[in-house]
């Protein structure tokens, strides 16, 4: 079983739609929550991090971390195509044991928002 | 005023070679990483630096041998490449600032697509 599951898509919906994202994890260690963008031939960057349980929101994205269910998510509202990427979720149990602080990626789900 | 840069962006190259991608960061940060991403779109860690120093060495082939000349590159020197080398490296940084930090953000470079024909 892998660290993370995502579903890797691709989704494909209309302009101004809310988009819902999301990663199941297996480790109940993890207690640090990224989602990257990473578009067509270019590097990830950075959009949301959160440290363990709980909402956060900036702008139209809305990143929930649920650790009871090992459920991560991420909403996007009045999605545009400029949000047309694949987004990858992350995660990391900090430094404990022998993790190092590595990070653990999910599949990346490829999101295609239409005009 | 690029933060994480690597060179090359591509690499064509044939089986038995031996290439380097190089990576630079003008951020400041005191961690470096590099990542393979294979054609599904996986990314995994194989290898960080924390002040020159390695931290984790994933299981990757010997042939792959990283090199940190100081805090703001990162090298990558691939030996004897394969088919399956066919992927594309990312080089990231962080400003870790020791473990109690917890771990934070990384930043990555635009990628060096390599294919081994």
């Known amino acids: 079983q892998k660290e993370v599951e995502q579903d890797p898509g691709p989704l494909s919906v209309p302009e101004g739609a809310i988009v819902s994202l999301n990663c199941t994890y297996s480790?109940?260690?993890?207690?640090?929550f990224m989602w990257y963008r990473q578009y067509s031939r270019k590097g990830p960057e950075l959009l949301m991090y959160t440290y363990s349980s709980g909402n956060k929101e900036d702008g139209r994205f809305t990143a929930q971390v649920d650790k009871s269910s090992k459920y991560i998510s991420l909403f996007i509202r009045d999605s545009q195509p400029s949000d047309s990427a694949t987004y990858l979720c992350a995660m990391s149990a900090g430094w404990r044991g022998s993790t190092l602080g590595r990070l653990y990626f999910g599949r990346g789900t490829q999101l295609t928002v239409w005009p | 005023d690029t933060a994480v840069s690597q060179t090359p962006k591509y690499l064509v190259t044939q089986m038995g070679n031996d290439k380097s991608i190089k990576c630079e960061q003008n951020l400041g940060h005191d961690t470096m990483y590099w990542y393979k991403q294979d054609s599904k779109k996986f990314l995994k860690i194989m290898f960080s630096y924390n002040n020159k120093e390695l931290i984790i060495n994933e299981t990757v082939p010997n042939r792959f041998s990283p090199k940190s000349p100081d805090k703001a590159h990162l090298n990558l020197h691939i030996n004897s490449l394969e088919l399956g080398d066919s992927a594309v490296y990312f080089c990231a940084s962080s400003h870790q600032e020791g473990r109690l930090a917890g771990v934070r953000e990384q930043y990555f470079g635009p990628g060096t697509r390599l294919t081994v024909t």
């Open positions: 480790n109940s260690a993890f207690q640090y």
